[in-house]
T-cell receptor, first 112, second 112 residues
Framework: QKEVEQDPGPLSVPEGAIVSLNCTYS??????FMWYRQYSRKGPELLMY????GNKEDGRFTAQVDKSSKYISLFIRDSQPSDSATYLC????????????FGSGTRLSIRP | NAGVTQTPKFQVLKTGQSMTLQCAQD?????MYWYRQDPGMGLRLIYY???????DKGEVPNGYNVSRLNKREFSLRLESAAPSQTSVYFC???????????FGDGTRLSIL
């Protein structure tokens, strides 16, 4: 069983919809959580970073961490075709990048 | 401002050949990383350099070597390429030693 599980999709939603992307994990020591966006044939870009539990909001994006359920989510409000990409979750127990575990990504498509 | 630049973008090698992947960043970041991305497996850390003059192994270092030439440049060398090293390689950087913040657009490497 992988430490970090992420549904590969593809997930297709109409423009303007609220998108929910999720990851589950098995290591209860994880306390740093990240979301990256990766456009086709490009490198990932860091979208959101949260420490421990709770919510963090940045524009149309909200990251949510539920440590009791070992579950993290990324919500995208008012989704746009430009949000079509693969979204990677990542997490670690410590602050060093050497300990970060990445999910395999969910491919998202926003239909105009 | 170029960010993280990787060369080459594509390469085909024969088994047993050697090559060096180049990476340079112009953001004055201290830490640099090399990842590989394979279908269904997420990003995996090969090597990282927390600061100029230091390098450390990541999750999958076998078959690779690295050099932190200066603060800007971090190269990855395959001494004797194997088909299992066919992958997309990403270089990344960050200000400190935490999560990678900026990625290059990758080198697509195929080993026959």
């Amino acid at each position: 069983q992988k430490e970090v599980e992420q549904d590969p999709g593809p997930l297709s939603v109409p423009e303007g919809a609220i998108v929910s992307l999720n990851c589950t994990y098995s290591n209860s020591a994880f306390q740093y959580f990240m979301w990256y966006r990766q456009y086709s044939r490009k490198g990932p870009e860091l979208l959101m970073y949260t420490y421990s539990s709770g919510n963090k909001e940045d524009g149309r994006f909200t990251a949510q961490v539920d440590k009791s359920s070992k579950y993290i989510s990324l919500f995208i409000r008012d989704s746009q075709p430009s949000d079509s990409a693969t979204y990677l979750c990542a997490m670690s127990a410590g602050s060093s990048a050497s300990k970060i575990i990445f999910g395999s990504g969910t491919r998202l498509s926003i239909r105009p | 401002n170029a960010g993280v630049t990787q060369t080459p973008k594509f390469q085909v090698l024969k088994t047993g050949q050697s090559m060096t992947l180049q990476c340079a960043q112009d953001m004055n970041h201290n830490s640099m990383y090399w990842y590989r991305q394979d279908p269904g497996m997420g990003l995996r850390l090969i090597y990282y350099s927390a600061s100029e003059g230091t390098t450390d192994k990541g999750e999958v270092p076998n078959g690779y070597n690295v050099s932190r030439l200066n603060k800007r440049e971090f190269s990855l060398r395959l001494e004797s390429a194997a088909p299992s090293q066919t992958s997309v390689y990403f270089c990344a950087s960050s200000i400190g030693g935490g999560q990678p913040q900026h990625f290059g657009d990758g080198t697509r490497l195929s080993i026959l």
